[in-house]
């Protein structure tokens, strides 16, 4: 279970941490406005555009992972294949970020879906 929940604190914190790109590129386009930042983050392109997309997505993600991890606890389904995709799950939510700040848009989405399938794998294995 500790592979499971260190899966879950990891995914927990993304979000966070892809949030340094953006607040970065926001910093760049005439400091970061603190007042109205979704205004600003409305305006960003290139760079900025596609750090908010992906700090955006994390969140998305993080509710299906952590609708997977904790289906798993729940019905103790905590196999070494569950591990296994939990951090499959992680290692490609890495790469999808770096990906998408790249601007590798097909490897992006290919790790995307990677990911995503590892969430349901999960699911699946606790039917």
């Not at 279970?1 to 966070?16: D, E, Q």
């Not at 799950?89 to 490897?107: A, C, G, M």
Request: glycine share 4%; charged share 15%; hydrophobic share 55%.
């Amino acid at each position: 279970m500790t592979v499971l929940i260190l899966c879950l604190i990891v995914a927990s914190f993304l979000p966070y941490l892809v949030k340094i790109p953006l607040a970065i590129a926001m910093a760049k386009e005439g400091g970061y406005d603190n007042r109205h930042p979704r205004d600003q983050q409305s305006r960003l392109e290139g760079f900025g555009a596609r750090a908010l997309a992906s700090h955006q997505n994390a969140f998305e993600s993080l509710l299906v992972f952590g609708i997977a991890i904790l289906l798993a606890v729940a019905t103790d389904t905590m196999t070494e294949s569950v591990q296994t995709l939990a951090i499959v799950h992680i290692v490609f939510r890495v790469i999808y970020h770096v990906l998408y700040l790249i601007d590798k848009s097909t490897l992006r989405s290919i790790s995307w879906f990677i990911a995503m399938a590892c969430s349901f794998a999960i699911m699946g294995q606790c039917l």
